[in-house]
């Protein structure tokens, strides 16, 4: 099973960018689809993107499309997600786990746990 922390998080003005990194343990990484989540405060957690097991496939929120780029590299069991011009709405807790698509939707693998989180503030 795979266990994450994520990182990278912080206060950025309108426009900028910041680089989050998700640190992931367990057997299972590299053989697993691993997704990027976000939630805003007082809204559902939604996906922001997605990453194959080798990395050639990526997906993204429309949201984010063109701004957001997923990556990962799995000598190190990492997984990043470079944020470029952010604006406001992006604002939100980020978190990152085992992905799988099913109708359309993403969703986190069931029975994997979400890490803590990393707060990323966006200012106007």
């Known amino acids: 099973q795979v266990q994450v922390v994520e990182s990278g998080g912080g206060l950025v003005q309108a426009g900028g960018s910041l680089r989050l990194s998700c640190a992931a343990s367990?057997?299972?990484?590299?053989?697993?689809?691993m997704g990027w989540f976000r939630q805003a405060p007082g809204k559902e957690r939604e996906f922001v993107a997605a990453v194959s097991t080798g990395g050639a496939r990526t997906y993204y929120a429309d949201s984010v499309k063109g701004r957001f780029t997923i990556s990962r590299d799995n000598a190190k069991n990492t997984v990043y997600l470079q944020m470029n011009g952010l604006a406001p709405e992006d604002t939100a807790v980020y978190y990152c786990a085992p992905a799988l698509t099913y109708g359309g939707t993403w969703y986190k693998v069931a029975g994997s746990s979400w890490g803590q989180g990393t707060q990323v503030t966006v200012s106007s």
């Open positions: 367990g057997r299972t990484f590299s053989s697993s689809t």
